[in-house]
């Protein structure tokens, strides 16, 4: 078992930034490919990126590609997410996941993974 707390999010200007953290208790996940998720209301869950087990390869969609950047301290179990040049259309409820990624660091939904409940950013015009 996981449990994942995500924190760092708010209200934040368009231009500006946030880092996310998600700490993650239970069992260490240095073996574990990890990653965020975003669902802005009205719609769908989205994948925003996730990160292998040692931190070198990452993997992003397009929509922030360049803009956010996903790190790991293994030693610290942590996984963070830092976010520049945010637009309003960033806003949503940030969520991170383990275990849910294939090798390749996409998500599957064939995945009994684990999630956390979420931190709202909001990005103001």
């Known amino acids: 078992q996981v449990q994942l707390v995500e924190s760092g999010g708010g209200l934040v200007q368009a231009g500006g930034s946030l880092r996310l953290s998600c700490a993650a208790s239970g069992r260490t996940i240095s073996t574990t490919i990890m990653g965020w998720f975003r669902q802005a209301p009205g719609k769908e869950r989205e994948y925003v990126g996730a990160i292998n087990w040692s931190g070198g390869i990452t993997r992003y969609a397009d929509s922030v590609k360049g803009r956010f950047t996903i790190s790991r301290d293994n030693a610290k179990n942590t996984v963070y997410l830092q976010m520049n040049s945010l637009k309003p259309e960033d806003t949503a409820v940030y969520y991170c996941?383990?275990?849910?990624?294939?090798?390749?660091?996409?998500?599957?939904?064939?995945?009994?993974?684990?999630w956390g409940r979420g931190t709202q950013v909001t990005v103001s015009s």
């Open positions: 996941a383990a275990d849910v990624f294939t090798f390749g660091l996409s998500y599957s939904s064939n995945r009994n993974g684990y």
